[in-house]
């Protein structure tokens, strides 16, 4: 593959991870949900050189690190509500009457996982 043919796949697929990482951001999508697009978008440049392999994934690395300033640890109470680990958030669950003990070892917790920050959609 010729060096102007590679550059201009790293190039596009570097656009493509960008705009996917703005759309995962704005419409809240799940994990599932980026992780298939990203394989869409991986799989035009499986003919390319490892460099450019390595860079893409560099790139998608440190865009799919950033989701973490979007999302919050929480934990979704059998009752349908879902309470935050993180003292900052307005749904901390020391903040809505529930102690450490009652969260970390009560039954009263159906899952845990990340949701995006002051919404009930999860991520992963």
Known sequence: ???KTALNHKDRVKQSL???HRQTISFKNTLDTHLEYKKEIFKSIDHCPVWVKEY???VSDILFDSFYHHLEFCS???DGSIV???RKSTR???KL???PKTICVGDIVESTGHYWIDTNKPFS
């Open 18 to 20: 960008q705009s996917l």
């Open 92 to 94: 901390y669950y020391e």
């Open 76 to 78: 979704k109470l059998k």
């Open 56 to 58: 893409c994934r560099g």
């Open 84 to 86: 935050s680990h993180q």
């Open 1 to 3: 593959m010729r060096l």
């Open 97 to 99: 009457g529930f102690s």
